[in-house]
Structures are given as structure tokens and as C-alpha cells.
């Protein structure tokens, strides 16, 4: 079973950036479909960016361009670049996985979600 720890998280002026990592633990990334989702106040957990075990990414419609995801398997760690950061980006970003025989697997569902982490909270001032 796969634990994953978050971390990167902070407080950002609209326009900065920020890297959140997830540190696994227990797994190797490389064997499981990465994610990351997010939680503001009052919503429901909503999709950012994932990543296949074939390393194919995908991204929620708002990002934009503006969000980058990627793997280290030395480091059995995956990251989310955060650029261009606005106020809406404001949450709790959790870090997500699932086992998946299929490499091109990805999942944009959160209730497809096997394994979370903690969260780590972004803050993004206007």
C-alpha cells in the first residue's frame, strides 16, 4: 500500500509560482497513475493534472498551459509546477494514485482514486 506525503504548499502574490512535491512511500510511483486534485472552501475535490505510467499527462480545462506535472522515479517523487497562479487557484491540493495494469491509464475522478494524501494548502493573494 502506497503513502503519499505532499509538501510545497504556501502563501503566493497572483502571478507567482509555487512547486508542490508528493513523496511515495511503501510503492513505486512508476507503478501507479499519478494525480493531483484540489479542494477550496465549500466545493468538491476537483481534477488538475495527471500523469499515465507511460508518462502521457492530462489537465484539468482550467489550467491552461499554466500547470506542469512530472515524475522523478529516483526520487519516487511527482511534482506539480504551478505558474501563473491566480486567486481561484486557492485549495487544497492532494496528491492521488492508482494501480493500474494498463500503462496509458489516467483518472480525472476523484472517486477513482485508490490512494491520498494528506493535502498541502496553496494560497494564492490578489
Known amino acids: 500500500q502506497v503513502q503519499l506525503v505532499e509538501s510545497g504548499g504556501g502563501l503566493v502574490q497572483a502571478g507567482g509560482s509555487l512547486r508542490l512535491s508528493c513523496a511515495a512511500s511503501?510503492?513505486?510511483?512508476?507503478?501507479?497513475?499519478m494525480a493531483w486534485f484540489r479542494q477550496a472552501p465549500g466545493k468538491g475535490r476537483e481534477f488538475v493534472a495527471a500523469?499515465?505510467?507511460?508518462?502521457?499527462?492530462y489537465f484539468g480545462d482550467f489550467v491552461k498551459g499554466r500547470f506542469a506535472i512530472s515524475i522523478d522515479n529516483a526520487k519516487n517523487t511527482v511534482y506539480l509546477q504551478m505558474n501563473s497562479l491566480k486567486p481561484e487557484d486557492t485549495a487544497v491540493y492532494y496528491c492521488?494514485?492508482?494501480?493500474?495494469?494498463?500503462?496509458?491509464?489516467?483518472?480525472?475522478?476523484?472517486?477513482?482514486?485508490?490512494?491520498w494524501g494528506q493535502g498541502t494548502q496553496v494560497s494564492v493573494s490578489s
Open positions: 511503501g510503492g513505486a510511483v512508476s507503478y501507479y497513475a
Open positions: 492521488a494514485a492508482r494501480w493500474s495494469r494498463n500503462p496509458a491509464y489516467y483518472t480525472s475522478t476523484a472517486s477513482e482514486v485508490a490512494y
Open positions: 500523469i499515465s505510467r507511460s508518462t502521457t499527462t
